[in-house]
Every structure is written in C-alpha cells, then in structure tokens.
C-alpha cells in the first residue's frame, strides 16, 4: 500500500467558499500531481511539482492554486468555490528517476460538492 | 491527437471466469504504458509498467501485452475473483517533455457475480 493521505474524503461545501484540499505522503518523493477525475471520464492533470518550491500549471486549466513548501505536503485550494467545481480530486506522487520505471501512487481522493 | 481508447467500456463476467480488456492507443512518441486498477471510492493502483522493448508482463493473475506496431495493450485477468470489480485504466506516457505526459483512457468498468 502506497502511503498517500488525502483530506477530506468527502466535502459539501457552499458557493463562495475557500476550501483547501490536502495531500501529503510519506514517501520521501519528489514529484507530486493533483488529478481532477469526472465519473466515467478519464483523469486530467490539473497541478504538478518537481520538488519544494516547483509548481507547474497541468493540462486542464484549473481555478485552484496549489504550493509545495515541504516535500511530503502538496495542498489544493480553491479561493471561491463554485459549483462547476464540483469533481474528485486525486493526488498522486512518484519517485525520481527514469519517467518509464516510476509508478505513481494515488491518495483515495477527495470529493468535492459545491453547492 | 494523442489518444488512449479502451474497450468494451463495461463488462461483466461470473466469478472464475477469464477476461480480457482492450487499450488502443495513438500516442507519439511512446515511452510506456501502465496499466491501473480503481476501486470505487479509491485512486488507482499500479498494476504493470511496460516499455517499448517489452511485450508481456504478468503480476499475479493479471497479465499485460503490449503490441508497440500495431499500437495495441490488452490486459488478460485470470480465474477472476469478487475482488477484481474495478475499473481498469490504461495509461500511456510519451518522450516529447520532461514530465512524460500521461494519456489516460476512460477505462474498462469490470463486474464480477459470484
């Protein structure tokens, strides 16, 4: 088992909210990635970071902002939720080294309703 | 376009019986292709890695093939168990940046009935 938390594992939260979405592993990697994942759909690569300091914008243009202070914590937040947030959101983390030999590990996720 | 299409979307199969899930994909140039397991309410779960040189691997009763020519994986489950209900998602990684962009298909949605 990969040892990657998420919280919230479920939040209903009103429009206008700032919410933050935490992730944090203890695996020592240095590569983390915030997933936005639809029923059905496949994932999108919304956040991700290289190490401490490092974040990059993904592939889906996303509202949310995340920061990487420490290398095991890697927080999501949304500054005024809306209900077109409304996803799951998946946080993974893999090991340095050659892109094709590094699984990454997935938290259970967090799944957000906006009302 | 870069693309992963799998197939069927859904499936269901009685309990010890084998399957056999399907992932094309279009994506250039190819590094590797993963294949995923995700409970519901769970993130996904490696299961196999395969580079360009390889064209079969097993990890217990699931055993991934890769055709990189005719740009084909299909993932073979053995005597299947309750337990392998999931969706089943094939991942394809390309060379053309540092990240190794992830391509992910929708996924194989699997039930198994005791």
């Known amino acids: 088992e990969a040892d990657i938390y998420q919280t919230p594992r479920y939040l209903v939260i009103g429009t206008g909210k700032k919410i933050t979405l935490e992730c944090s592993q203890t695996m020592g990697h240095d590569k983390m990635y915030w997933y936005q994942q639809d029923p059905g759909m496949e994932l999108h690569l919304i956040h991700y970071s290289y190490g401490v300091n490092s974040t990059e914008k993904g592939d889906l243009s996303s509202e949310s902002t995340v920061s990487r202070i420490r290398t095991e914590h890697f927080p999501l937040t949304l500054e005024s939720a809306r209900p077109s947030h409304t996803s799951q959101y998946l946080c993974a983390s893999s090991d340095r080294g050659e892109e094709s030999n590094q699984p990454q590990h997935f938290g259970d996720g967090t799944r957000l309703s906006i009302l | 376009k870069n693309q992963v299409e799998q197939s069927p979307q859904s499936l269901i199969i009685l309990e010890g019986k084998n399957c056999t899930l399907q992932?094309?994909?279009?994506?250039?140039?190819?590094?590797?292709l993963r294949w995923y397991k995700q409970d519901t309410g769970r993130g996904p779960v490696s299961l196999t890695i395969m580079t360009f040189s390889e064209n079969t691997k097993s990890n217990g009763r699931y055993t991934a093939t890769l055709d990189a020519d005719t740009k084909q994986s299909s993932l073979h489950i053995t005597a299947s168990q309750l337990s392998d209900s999931a969706s089943y998602i094939c991942?394809?990684?390309?060379?053309?940046?540092?990240?190794?962009?992830?391509?992910f298909g929708r996924g194989t949605q699997l039930t198994v009935w005791p």
């Open positions: 991942v394809v990684s390309d060379r053309g940046s540092t990240l190794g962009r992830l391509y």
């Open positions: 992932c094309n994909y279009t994506v250039s140039p190819f590094s590797n």
